[in-house]
């Protein structure tokens, strides 16, 4: 399944290499679509050309399901520490809203500036994941879950939107 979602991405410039170092196989394959599009935002090269240079960002059409895969792998419970599942919930939440990656921590904020009755949830994860990993599984994991559907609910209310508008009569 990991090289399927892999192939999905757009191909290096012709002429030029592609220099990723990963392999998706080696975990859960959003990970690497979701790396690759985050570095593409990002600009920065670690050592040689800019990753720009070298290759396109996934599509919207790319990510959405990427994005709707990596919350359901944190539904399933064998996530991470549960402040870092609230976080890169908010993170997939910010992309499909905003159209830009942020940090975990910065897509918590965001999120927590809304009206969302999660609001709570939001900050203390915010919180415990500056407390340390201790601190992480403070968060009660009924509510993870219940902020977990609800980020899903949006994912695939956008997802559903987003075909609307593609097969729309002119």
Same mark, same amino acid.
């Given at each position: 399944k990991a090289l399927a979602v892999v192939q999905l991405l757009p191909q290096p410039h012709s002429g030029q290499r592609n220099v990723t170092v990963s392999d998706p196989s080696s975990g859960p394959a959003f990970w690497f679509v979701i790396d690759r599009a985050i570095t593409w935002q990002s600009g920065e090269a670690v050592r040689g050309p800019a990753p720009r240079e070298l290759f396109r960002p996934p599509g919207w059409d790319t990510?959405?399901?990427?994005?709707?895969?990596?919350? +359901?792998? +944190?539904?399933?419970?064998? #996530?991470? /520490?549960?402040?870092?599942?609230?976080?890169?919930?908010?993170r997939a939440l910010r992309f499909? !809203?905003?159209?830009?990656?942020?940090?975990?921590? !910065?897509?918590?904020?965001?999120?927590?500036?809304?009206?969302?009755?999660?609001?709570?949830?939001?900050?203390?994860?915010? !919180?415990?994941?500056? +407390?340390?990993? +201790?601190? #992480?599984?403070?968060?009660? #994991? #009924?509510?993870?879950?219940?902020?977990?559907?609800?980020?899903?609910?949006? /994912?695939?209310?956008?997802s559903a939107t987003a075909r609307a508008l593609q097969h729309r009569p002119s």
């Open positions: 990510l959405l399901p990427v994005l709707i895969a990596a919350v +359901q792998a +944190q539904r399933s419970g064998g #996530a991470d /520490l549960l402040d870092s599942v609230v976080l890169n919930a908010c499909a !809203e905003d159209r830009r990656w942020y940090s975990k921590l !910065e897509a918590g904020r965001r999120t927590a500036a809304s009206s969302d009755p999660f609001t709570p949830l939001v900050r203390k994860a915010i !919180e415990t994941h500056g +407390q340390g990993r +201790q601190a #992480a599984d403070r968060l009660p #994991a #009924a509510d993870v879950r219940r902020f977990l559907d609800h980020v899903m609910d949006r /994912l695939t209310g956008e």
